[in-house]
């Protein structure tokens, strides 16, 4: 990736344009202290092996450090091992091996088992090891599952932080890896017969992630990584969680300086939203570095395995029971009727179309995130897509809001824009949303949106840097109020000047 020295060299203004004006004093942040510890190169999975060869998962999403978890293993070898690694920011590699276990006896467990009338694949497995965290610190975890018939497969786990006073925390958004997750056949979006009418209402986190395209991971490597490296480079103080944990504490973010989440985090309980919004309004930063937040409306029920292990999503308020029964808790999208509650009351964005693939167009570059990094009318190539949002103004949006990036676009033949906003709220919170899923892509190599284009992953990275120091201190809209730019752009239905505005969040009310 590129190195941090770059960074900061291009967050202080060496890329065209003019010189970045000094910030508003913050508070100081400490850089690392030291190089990066010593990573163990060769984490990587190899060989997948054939399908069901060797494959796993946790009987819990997190845990705090010290706790066990029980992993679940199915494994035509006749013994495995497990390496659990903490991915993140290390020297030569982006993991660090923390334990191995002595080799376990393979064995096959029962096939999975398909609940009906919700299609929901479960996993009916005992148990094969237990697991202490005892010394782990709080991070992203894999464990990777080593057949001696030469298999492999990860499982993830998020050691949680205790407290996050003081931190940014990322949130690994695991109930849209599991919407996504086909392991035995059937997700939220399709059934073994492709059919998308005969697909599960409900998924269960009590069973492996896919093999295929997630390498039992979910979507960490893809979509979350190489922020996740990114972030632990700057040097700053981090906390981890899932969206799973905010969900079940409306504690998380207590004290925290900002949150954030990853490159697809599409699916939100009510309690999700009801839980952001309130850290936002206490002056929490929000940072989020996909394209479709807050989309999908589910809620979560209690599996034989713990709380908030089953994942309900009907897409349809008539088809979900919940609308005779407790019709705020049924589960079309969220912006969808009898109860639109839009995701831009939020993120500030309102999300459009996929497939689409675009360049950003910068739109303001007298913005402080964006001030000696690029000029108006540049363009960075590749950023826009596969999903992305726009300022749409026939929903509830928060004012002033700014656009940092307008990118014109066609997807699936309509033509439209592309924002990257920020705006902020009495509290002096900051609430900034890229807008596309290819922003987190352009801060690794070898991304292959971008073409690996070296001037957009200097931009990115500098603007993702700037960004992340000034949230880690504090309530960054006290010192660096959003300026509303809507009219200069053309936004329809915007006027100059709009009076301030914080749509209600209404995830719990009509």
Known sequence: ??????????????????????????TPVTPRAAAPAAGTPGWEITQAGPEH?????????????????????????????VTAYRMGAYRDADAQRVWVSAPQPGHQQ????????TNTVVAPWQPSLTVSTRDWRPGDYLFRLDGDNGAQQFVPLTVRTPSNAGKIIIINAVTTWQAYNRWG????????????????????????????????????????????RFAENSGLSLGYATDVDLHADPHLADGAAAMVTLGHDEYWSAAMRRNATAARDRGVNLAFFGGNEVYRHIRFEPTPLGPDRLEVDYKSFAEDPYHITNPLEATPEWRSPPFPRPESVLVGGFYQCNPVHADFRVADDAN???????????????MVGNEYQSVDLSVPTPRPIEVLFHSPLTCQGRPDFADTTYYTVPSGAAVFAAGT????????????????????RAAISAITLRLLRAFAAGPTGRNHPAVDNLATLGVRGATPNPAPVVPPDNSSAP
């Open 1 to 26: 990736m590129l190195g941090l020295a770059v960074v900061l060299a291009v967050t202080a203004g060496w890329l065209s344009g003019p010189a970045a004006p000094p910030l508003a004093p913050a």
């Open 53 to 81: 060869a060797i494959e796993g998962f946790a009987d819990q999403v997190s845990v705090l450090p010290g706790d066990d978890v029980r992993l679940f293993v199915n494994t035509t070898a006749t013994s495995y091992t």
């Open 110 to 117: 029962p096939p999975p088992t398909v609940q009906e009338p």
């Open 185 to 228: 056949g059937y997700s939220l979006y399709t059934s073994p017969s492709g059919g998308k009418a005969q697909r599960a209402r409900a998924v269960s986190f009590d069973r492996p992630y896919q093999a295929m395209d997630m390498q039992g991971s979910g979507d960490f490597l893809y979509f979350e990584l190489p922020l996740v």
């Open 368 to 382: 402080w995130l964006l001030a000696g990094i690029v000029h108006n009318g540049q363009s960075l190539p590749g």
């Open 437 to 456: 899923q290819n922003w987190i892509c352009a801060l690794g190599p070898r991304c292959a949106a971008d073409h690996d284009d070296s001037t957009t």
